[in-house]
């Protein structure tokens, strides 16, 4: 299932950077956690099922979006998607001020974005950008919405100059909140693949420069193939970088 059919987040974004945990004795959190970096969602699900605290509702929501990926039809997706987003939604109201419930939430409300109407793809938009807003501002360390305030960004810029001037997009942002991401979390495939596929979206937007944005995300995505893949989405994500830079050559 090409990732690019789900711009403007694809699922693995979801997914990375699943750390924390506790020190002690392994709680449900951190099974599901450690089941989510083995690519078993179904396991984390289970291991969470039941759960109201916010951060155990931020993790099922990420958890469902890892079902996703291995969903066999759209339809099912789409369930899964929307079971996120409720969930995400549970996490925030039992603490408004979880970070990842933020990011979970935006991401959610993210990848159910294709196929809807302009005017509520401008008001879901206006959402998702005050979610990571939001999410940032609680915890700057949230590599994860730094990522997703980028490719915002990138989105919006694709569109063409009026709308980006008229939801206040810019391209420096777009590259401050990938290389914020990318700096705190630097052995992070993903980053550095979203980062590259951001730029080529920019590059077809715009044709004269598409030559050097092209040849930055190479680079990009060249620093990307140098990185030992730790758990089973940066493997994922690895095999991502290496059939772009085929595409690029």
């Not at 190479?218 to 758990?231: E, F, I, S």
């Amino acid at each position: 299932m090409p990732r690019r059919d789900l711009r403007p987040l694809r699922l693995a974004a979801l997914l990375v950077t699943l750390v924390g945990g506790s020190l002690g004795a392994a709680t449900p959190v951190d099974d599901a956690r450690a089941a989510l970096l083995r690519g078993q969602p179904d396991a984390a699900v289970t291991a969470l099922t039941g759960r109201s605290d916010a951060p155990s509702l931020a993790l099922l929501a990420r958890a469902y979006v890892g079902q996703a990926v291995f969903a066999p039809t759209d339809a099912a997706r789409r369930a899964l998607y929307a079971r996120s987003e409720g969930t995400a939604r549970a996490a925030l109201a039992a603490d408004p001020r979880n970070p990842e419930a933020h990011v979970e939430l935006a991401n959610a409300l993210a990848l159910q974005l294709p196929g809807t109407g302009l005017v509520k793809a401008a008001q879901v938009g206006r959402e998702i950008r005050a979610l990571y807003e939001r999410a940032v501002t609680l915890d700057p360390q949230q590599a994860r919405a730094w990522m997703g305030l980028g490719g915002w960004h990138a989105q919006a810029l694709a569109l063409g100059s009026l709308v980006a001037v008229a939801v206040g997009a810019s391209e420096q942002a777009m590259r401050d909140g990938h290389r914020r991401a990318i700096e705190l979390e630097p052995n992070e495939v993903f980053y550095r693949l979203t980062y590259a596929d951001d730029l080529l979206l920019l590059a077809r937007a715009q044709p004269r420069r598409a030559g050097a944005l092209t040849a930055e995300a190479r680079g990009v995505l060249t620093a990307a193939a140098a990185l030992t893949p730790a758990t089973y989405w940066q493997a994922y994500d690895l095999k991502q970088v290496r059939a772009r830079l085929t595409t690029l050559k």
